[in-house]
């Protein structure tokens, strides 16, 4: 059976030479994406198992692509085949999930060395390799993961909103299996251009362990301290205080929604301040040692009309992965 493959260029010269480039013994079937849009539409009506993608091209770069891949969990190897050979861009290709770089113009050797290095030409190989990227989610699972999390987030977001008496704007979860080195990148509701401050808390039961990140933006502190009548001044103590107790009200009863609808019962550890004012990459560089691959379950929450954001993210140990879809199938049973 044909492995079908997908090349993703804005110019049809390097599609085609791309193409030409590939082994002569290698039983493939090739799709061609003009864009990154085009590439999308493609992943989702072909199923290829592999895309060779460029970054530079109109309307969705290669970059927005690998992104929304990783983010709407589509399963396909991603080898990234450019002409931007700065090494930041190639650290930044492979963090968002592509096995590998060939820059333009393409050699067919240096091609050849690659999808012998990674075993693709197998389909054994290409498995292990999309198992070892990470777990891709079952759409239906997913949905489910969304779905409570939308009723837990609900009665967190009414809690907040009774005691600062604000309206709470609630966001869609974000759910994906995400490898160590994607968590920063998952945390894309904190601004980049400030400072953050975070605390986490780990959770146990039933087979399912975690930690909660809450991550507070530090522009935020002034606005919740007014929000909760404190008339003092705002230093660093009082922030701390401040980022504590916006976690024990976000994460406690956000574990608590989730347990009752998972019929379990989380035990939680004490919380643990993760850094103040740091840059968001620092912060989570700081403490990423603790994760390897998780089930990411973010949710980025704000208060309408006041500068207050605030990115709460449950971080799931990949051995609670079973037990978690265990529990929700019931769920989804007619």
């Known amino acids: 059976m044909a492995t079908p493959i997908l090349i993703c260029d804005d110019s049809r010269l390097a599609r085609r030479q791309l193409a030409r480039s590939l082994p002569e013994d290698w039983d493939i079937q090739i799709e061609y994406a003009e864009n990154g849009v085009h590439c999308i539409e493609q992943i989702k009506a072909v199923n290829p198992e592999i895309l060779f993608l460029d970054l530079n091209m109109p309307q969705m770069d290669g970059y927005e692509v690998l992104q929304t891949i990783a983010n709407e969990g589509l399963q396909v190897l ?6 931007d050979i700065q090494p930041t861009a190639h650290q930044r290709v492979t963090e968002l999930g592509a096995i590998d770089f060939i820059k333009k113009p393409c050699d ?3 091609l050849e060395e690659i999808i012998e290095k990674h075993g693709i030409k197998d389909r054994a190989m290409r498995e292990r390799l999309q198992h070892q990227l990470g777990e891709q989610l079952d759409p239906e699972i997913r949905d489910v993961y969304q779905e409570i999390t939308n009723v837990a987030m609900g009665q967190a977001g009414s809690l907040l909103a009774r005691l600062l008496d604000v309206f709470v ?5 974000n759910v994906n299996v995400l490898e160590v080195n994607e968590l920063s990148m998952a ?3 904190i601004d980049d251009n400030d400072t953050t401050s975070g605390v ?3 959770f146990i039961g039933g087979g399912v362990s975690g930690e909660a990140l809450l991550l507070l933006n530090d522009s935020s502190f002034k606005e919740i301290a007014s929000l909760m009548k404190y008339e003092g001044e705002v230093n660093q103590h009082v922030e701390l205080e401040l980022l504590m107790d916006i976690g024990n009200i976000l994460i ?3 574990l608590t929604g989730l347990a009752k609808q998972l019929d379990m019962h989380f035990s939680q550890g004490h919380p643990v301040v993760m850094g103040q004012h740091c840059d968001v990459s620092d912060l989570v560089q700081t403490n990423r040692n603790r994760w390897q691959r998780t089930l990411a379950i973010e949710i980025s929450y704000s208060i309408e009309n006041h500068d207050v954001a605030c990115d709460l993210m449950l971080l799931f140990t990949e051995d609670s ?3 978690l879809k265990y529990k929700v199938q019931y769920l989804l049973e007619d």
């Open 78 to 83: 991603v080898v990234v085949v450019s002409g």
């Open 108 to 110: 067919a050797s240096k």
């Open 169 to 173: 704007e609630l966001p869609i979860p």
């Open 187 to 189: 945390l894309q509701s």
């Open 200 to 202: 986490c808390q780990g």
């Open 252 to 254: 406690g009863s956000l």
């Open 321 to 323: 992965l079973k037990t």
